[in-house]
């Protein structure tokens, strides 16, 4: 049996990770959203978006520094069509939005994560989500404004 003194390590220790843990993730996350039409009248980078696809559907988007300028770009996973979707990033560069190349994104729940997996600028992000039974993700880094597939699995499948 666990000793009182031990316990209460093990709820400090455990508190401790949850928090750490928490908020970590809560702020590199926090900005994934489903889009709603209220938002356009506040971002610009979106605005940017929907005024160069007429037509096609944000299905999600979310807004993280990923260039490394110290201001927010915009990845965005909108439908091309009934079957295929794709994902791109808009970033604002003086009064300008620059838009990356677009690649394939998932058919269904998608998702997008920001994670800085080598602790340097830039920041990367993980887009997962499924296509039918099939499940995948993939990280990805903006380069020069590309979009480039660092790793992944089953993510070209699941577009």
Known sequence: ????????WLLAISLFLFC??????QAKNGDERDFSPEILRDN????????????QAVLKYAQADLSGDGR????????ENQDRNRMCV????GEQSIESNSVPA?????TIRFKDIDAKAPLEFIAQGRKGAVVGYAIFRLEDDVLV?????GFENCC
């Open 106 to 110: 998932p058919v269904s729940d998608q």
């Open 1 to 8: 049996m666990m000793s009182r003194r031990g316990a209460y």
């Open 90 to 93: 808009i970033r604002a560069e």
């Open 20 to 25: 750490a843990c928490g908020s970590q993730e």
């Open 44 to 55: 610009t980078l979106l605005q940017a978006f929907v005024a160069a696809h007429p037509g």
């Open 149 to 153: 597939d660092l790793f992944g699995e």
């Open 72 to 79: 927010d770009d915009l990845v965005v996973i909108y439908s």
